[in-house]
């Protein structure tokens, strides 16, 4: 099945719904505010009459379904909002895109979108009634929008997933090349490694082509996706997660639980560049200068509630369970991004098991590293 | 209840969906055809350059979900693609917008979207990379696009759902006034009569405020909606479908399985104009000269097949199953649209005894007389 079809995050709000479930995610995107409000007030005060259209294109790739989707709109129409204010201008009309797979709750994410209009109105004053959400499902590794009908681009924690799992890979030729793994490992051969690195390569080229065709000049992308420090990818930081989801369908297999072919074919359509390969990428494609690229680290369970400092303040904060341990929250975040790809390649009856079994490795790997996330933000203008 | 929290068509594509059982509003459609493709060709051929943009922004307007949704959606690309081609002008980029309230299923409606985009390209070539469709939750009596951004709108089997219950007859005061009744019946008094107009040219007039405001100067509009021809509003062809619903529910009354309150509290935000009303509207607004207003009859089933001369090809394309009788027919399409708002009010665990009786009412009437369904079919130009 194409990535297409497969990849979403679980929908609806129950137990294991990415909207329960989407604390990490918020965290990263707080990184990125500042750049974000960097950026955009830059864009708005830039000299260049360019930047007094009577509507302003905003798009969210990769927006997925739950509290968080709305979150970095919200905070981007505040930041247009206080500096026209500033500036003694009138608020232009705002096109805000929520752009995701066809797959995503989009039914789930519209049905808020009555209350956080509301909200607007009653915060901002009647000048709101300018702000035009829609929703636009497809693939951001090619076309999604006009020409020219894009001011500024955000993305957070989606760009790390990649078109397809890459075809070297998938070849009947050199089957099970990543035997017991499913993603980059220290014990990966080094066709696996470049397998990855190219396919990251040929997508990123492809998303900065295609919002290069979309974004006017001077128009500004603020984007944040998993990635890794240095240069060698099999670094812990970019791929330990996977190697202990590995690890538990491993336990699984050798219990006769899932099927070794079945563990031997699949690979996660994901990459974890470093900053070098992203920049090459980004001069070769040529669009886009580059003003800013930082990198943070995030705890795999998203702060630093563990299960014997937890308070309840804390955890209403992050809204797991307060008895919840590290390895629980990591398996529950995990789940639900990554469910929808395990359970159709794997069948939907061992999710449960297997995320229980993994949720004890990542316990016991956590009560022994303190591994983390790097997540890569990275602020860019379109050249004019 | 707001109208915009209940209303919504069957979800899915499950027994009862409106995906399975819209065949009437296709068949509907099918008589706007003729007039769409007057209005889209007479508009990319007038003299006015303005109609050589780069962009042509599309809108459907209450898309619903399920097969009908993109078949308009289809016939205008077809127009837009054979009149650029005969007239050896390269295809404007689409900006194909599918409105609906956020509570319809957009789900359904996004997932079928690759397998339309690649029938799109199989039958028109490359070229038709440049067509975006993106979904807009919302109430089209309000404004849901930027300005001057629409330059071809469409609605369907919508615009005879109002925004709201006309407030006189939810008023405390006056409380059921429209006892025993669902909708304007030949029994109701007159103040309810009013009501339903009043309601009807306020929400009317909004609409075309609305449009008006997103509309270049010279864009078409085509819209097709439940009406009657003759100005009383009591007449059969606009309002028997409700009456016989009003029975079965107060036979359900009767027996106690619905509240005689619940009944008495029910109306429908649901009004069937006729042209005089209509046209006296768009007068008084003053942006839209209507340039063809029509009026087609409808069996109520959708068609020529009954229980009785069913064939397997005939049913084949209503995708109705063979043996259902005229009355089954009627309840599912009926049921599929106004099931959402019945059980809001009534309860979710009488809508199978309800719509069984209904189809039992509705054969009995289809058994003794032949009333119809009016559909008036509207062509507009914005005026420049």
């Known amino acids: 099945m194409e990535v297409m079809q497969i990849l979403h995050m679980n929908k609806g709000e ?35 009459n360019f930047f007094f259209p009577e509507s302003i294109g905003i798009a969210d790739l990769g927006c997925s379904s739950g509290p968080n989707s709305l979150e970095v709109i919200s905070e981007i129409i505040d930041i247009v909002y206080a500096t026209n204010h500033r500036m003694g201008r009138p608020l232009p009309e705002l096109r805000v895109s929520l752009n995701d797979l066809p797959g995503n709750d989009f039914n789930y994410l519209f049905e808020s979108l009555p209350e956080f209009y509301s909200k607007l109105k009653e915060e901002k004053g009647g000048c709101f009634d300018r702000c035009f959400i829609s929703g636009m499902p497809g693939s951001f590794y090619g076309r999604l929008y006009p020409s020219k ?167 209403q904060k992050t809204g797991f369970e307060p008895m919840l341990s590290s390895g629980q929250r990591v398996a529950k975040t995990i789940r639900a991004v990554v469910e929808s790809m395990l359970a159709s390649h794997f069948g939907r009856s061992i999710m449960d098991e297997l995320f229980r079994r993994y949720s004890e490795i990542v316990d016991d790997h956590l009560s022994r590293n303190r591994t983390k996330y790097i997540d890569l933000v990275v602020s860019f203008t379109r050249k004019p």
């Open 149 to 315: 009908s894009l001011h500024f681009v955000h993305s957070s924690s989606s760009l790390h997933w990649l078109s397809q799992v890459p075809p070297s890979l998938k070849s009947k030729v050199s089957t099970h090349l990543n035997k017991g793994k499913i993603y980059i490992s220290k014990t990966s051969p080094k066709c696996v490694l470049e397998g990855y690195s190219s396919q990251f390569q040929n997508d990123f080229s492809k998303f900065l082509e295609s919002r290069s065709e979309e974004m006017v000049g001077g128009g500004r992308m603020v984007l944040s996706f998993m990635g890794r420090r240095c240069a060698d990818p099999c670094t812990e930081e970019s791929c330990y997660h996977w190697e202990l989801l590995a690890q538990a369908l491993m336990s699984m297999a050798s219990q006769g639980l899932v099927e070794e072919e079945k563990l031997d074919s699949f690979n996660a359509p994901y990459y974890a560049p470093c900053p070098e390969e992203l920049k090459a990428v980004v001069q070769a494609e040529g669009s886009f200068i580059i003003d800013r690229l930082e990198a943070f680290e995030i705890d795999w369970d998203g702060g630093q509630v563990s299960s014997n400092s937890s308070s309840v303040a804390q955890d």
């Open 14 to 48: 129950g137990e294991t719904s990415y909207a329960k479930n989407s604390t990490v995610q918020r965290k990263i995107m707080s990184f990125a505010n500042s750049i974000i409000e960097e950026a955009v007030v830059d864009m708005l005060c830039s000299n260049n």
